[in-house]
């Protein structure tokens, strides 16, 4: 692929559009709402939710979305430029450390199918501590493979930063997933204690840490530590529980449309060590979160550029690639079908959906057709054109997540987002809706709103 096209649809996927929907569900709004006070306040280490102290997490979206506000940025477009450019800046170290790693077709093929994956273009569109997290975990996990593989050590320290920004994006998590990393390399662990990794982990992790206890207490760490970090490994008073399984689907969905590829794995794992690393922490975090009470889609995030990095390898080194591409060119077809689910799946979880579109009719037949006319047409440039297979498909692949954000975004904003209620009506209290439209509301009117009155059945008095 020449360079400008790629570049221009990466930089179309990633920063167009990013006001095209409100706040959505009930994190983003708030962390944004931390931003814009450490913006307003220029207090940049005890974050305040609407006037109180509040320590969910770390400080790191935090200060970026502060920085968008005192870039002079929007509402909307503070919190969620920051982390898209991160992003986009991620998805260029991953493609050059691939390459040094393996070889260039390797990086082309893991970074094309993690830029056009679901999962990593939904979370580059909203301002959630999951992406930050995810990007730094996996540049830890990726510097340090020379180290696992031949002991060389001229990437740690640079890792070390890394999984230091990790640990400010979401605490204690990335230092628990990289613990595979750790234990395959365990007879060179002293590498990880001289100067260089523990210095630049230290100089940034610890210092805000430090100021937030000293400012903040016991309270801080309590609430931070106990009730945020191990409470929601454990504890089903954060409102995230779920069964087992249900990281199963949630991968399909996050890897969509390029799961099939999982079918060519690399099976080299026991030659080479990074392989065998790679593979480890991707097991080990899965496990690790499916054991979890809490689970939110999102959480799987720091393991999805891992994935992909064998599945690039596996296609790479696949004996017939343009054939296994064929089938994530037939799940491309089904986006029409999903433009029309996705916003009423987010409706159906509470939101406002009076105010939204009306249901949508999912045309079957003309979406068999074409499921087929997509299999054809792979099979076809399998055929006859298999050195160009896998580019088209991801050509069309970020294309059609381009016409996916501004075919549906709209319908977003409709259905999952308090924004059309605030600017339509700016209400002065808050109607009975889930807690996405309450906090998106405090957010937009920059304070919280109390409950709108309600009168009993007899019309003769008021409740609350």
């Given at each position: 692929?020449?360079?400008l096209?790629?570049?221009g649809?990466?930089?179309a996927?990633?920063?167009a559009?990013?006001?095209?929907?409100?706040?959505?569900?009930?994190?983003?709004p708030r962390?944004?709402?931390?931003?814009r006070t450490?913006?307003?306040?220029?207090?940049?280490?005890?974050p305040?939710?609407?006037?109180?102290?509040?320590f969910e997490?770390?400080?790191?979206?935090?200060?970026?979305?502060?920085?968008?506000?005192?870039?002079?940025?929007?509402?909307?477009?503070a919190?969620?430029?920051?982390?898209?450019?991160?992003s986009v800046l991620?998805?260029g170290?991953f493609?050059?450390?691939?390459?040094?790693?393996?070889d260039?077709?390797?990086?082309?093929?893991?970074t094309?199918?993690?830029?056009?994956?679901?999962?990593?273009?939904?979370?580059?569109h909203?301002?959630?501590?999951?992406l930050?997290?995810?990007?730094?975990?996996?540049?830890?996990?990726?510097?340090?493979?020379p180290?696992?593989?031949k002991?060389?050590?001229a990437?740690?320290?640079?890792?070390?930063?890394?999984?230091?920004l990790?640990?400010?994006?979401?605490?204690?998590v990335?230092?628990?997933?990289?613990?595979?990393?750790?234990?395959?390399?365990?007879r060179r662990?002293?590498?990880?204690?001289r100067?260089?990794?523990?210095?630049?982990?230290?100089?940034?992790?610890?210092?805000w840490?430090?100021?937030?206890?000293?400012?903040?207490?016991?309270e801080?760490?309590?609430?931070?530590f106990l009730?945020?970090?191990?409470?929601?490994?454990?504890?089903?008073t954060?409102?995230?529980?779920?069964?087992?399984?249900?990281y199963?689907?949630?991968?399909?969905?996050?890897?969509?449309p390029?799961?099939?590829?999982?079918?060519?794995?690399?099976?080299?794992?026991?030659?080479?060590?990074?392989?065998?690393?790679?593979?480890?922490?991707?097991?080990?975090?899965f496990?690790?979160?499916?054991?979890?009470v809490?689970?939110?889609?999102?959480?799987?995030?720091?393991?999805?550029p891992?994935?992909?990095?064998?599945?690039?390898?596996?296609?790479s080194?696949?004996?017939?690639?343009?054939?296994?591409?064929?089938?994530?060119?037939?799940?491309?077809?089904?986006?029409?079908?999903?433009s029309?689910?996705?916003?009423?799946?987010?409706?159906?979880?509470?939101?406002?959906?009076?105010?939204?579109?009306?249901?949508?009719?999912v045309?079957?037949?003309?979406?068999?057709?074409?499921?087929?006319?997509?299999?054809?047409a792979?099979?076809l440039?399998?055929?006859?054109?298999?050195?160009?297979?896998f580019?088209?498909?991801?050509?069309?692949?970020?294309?059609?997540f381009?016409?996916?954000?501004?075919a549906?975004f709209?319908?977003f904003?409709?259905?999952?987002?308090?924004?059309?209620?605030?600017?339509?009506?700016?209400?002065?209290?808050?109607?009975?809706?889930s807690?996405?439209?309450?906090?998106?509301?405090?957010?937009y009117?920059g304070?919280?709103?109390?409950?709108?009155?309600?009168?009993?059945?007899?019309?003769?008095?008021?409740?609350?």
């Amino acid at each position: 692929m020449a360079v400008l096209p790629v570049a221009g649809l990466l930089c179309a996927l990633y920063l167009a559009d990013l006001t095209g929907m409100g706040m959505y569900g009930p994190d983003e709004p708030r962390y944004a709402d931390v931003g814009r006070t450490m913006a307003q306040s220029g207090d940049w280490v005890t974050p305040r939710l609407w006037g109180q102290p509040w320590f969910e997490k770390p400080a790191l979206l935090y200060w970026m979305t502060a920085a968008g506000f005192r870039a002079g940025l929007g509402p909307d477009l503070a919190p969620r430029l920051p982390v898209a450019v991160l992003s986009v800046l991620f998805l260029g170290f991953f493609w050059w450390r691939l390459k040094r790693e393996w070889d260039g077709r390797a990086a082309s093929c893991a970074t094309a199918m993690l830029a056009t994956s679901a999962g990593w273009l939904a979370y580059s569109h909203v301002a959630v501590t999951d992406l930050p997290l995810a990007a730094f975990f996996s540049a830890a996990v990726l510097l340090s493979l020379p180290w696992v593989a031949k002991g060389d050590r001229a990437g740690l320290t640079a890792a070390a930063a890394c999984l230091g920004l990790a640990a400010m994006a979401k605490g204690l998590v990335p230092l628990v997933l990289f613990l595979p990393v750790l234990a395959i390399g365990w007879r060179r662990l002293r590498d990880w204690l001289r100067a260089g990794p523990l210095l630049a982990f230290c100089l940034c992790a610890l210092p805000w840490y430090t100021l937030c206890t000293i400012r903040n207490g016991s309270e801080f760490l309590r609430v931070f530590f106990l009730e945020q970090q191990f409470g929601r490994f454990r504890s089903a008073t954060l409102q995230h529980v779920q069964p087992p399984w249900f990281y199963l689907p949630i991968l399909l969905v996050l890897l969509y449309p390029w799961f099939p590829l999982l079918a060519v794995l690399p099976v080299n794992i026991r030659r080479d060590p990074r392989v065998r690393t790679l593979a480890a922490v991707v097991v080990f975090g899965f496990v690790f979160f499916s054991a979890s009470v809490n689970k939110l889609p999102g959480y799987l995030l720091p393991l999805m550029p891992l994935v992909f990095v064998l599945l690039g390898l596996g296609l790479s080194r696949a004996r017939r690639p343009a054939v296994a591409v064929i089938a994530p060119l037939i799940l491309l077809a089904a986006l029409p079908a999903i433009s029309g689910i996705a916003p009423r799946l987010l409706a159906s979880r509470g939101v406002l959906a009076s105010r939204g579109i009306g249901a949508v009719t999912v045309p079957g037949t003309q979406i068999l057709l074409w499921l087929i006319a997509a299999g054809v047409a792979g099979t076809l440039l399998a055929r006859f054109a298999p050195k160009q297979a896998f580019g088209t498909a991801a050509a069309l692949a970020g294309l059609g997540f381009l016409w996916f954000q501004f075919a549906t975004f709209p319908a977003f904003d409709a259905l999952a987002s308090a924004r059309p209620l605030w600017l339509a009506d700016h209400p002065q209290c808050a109607p009975a809706a889930s807690r996405d439209v309450l906090y998106g509301l405090y957010y937009y009117s920059g304070r919280e709103i109390s409950a709108c009155p309600v009168l009993d059945p007899s019309g003769t008095s008021v409740v609350r």
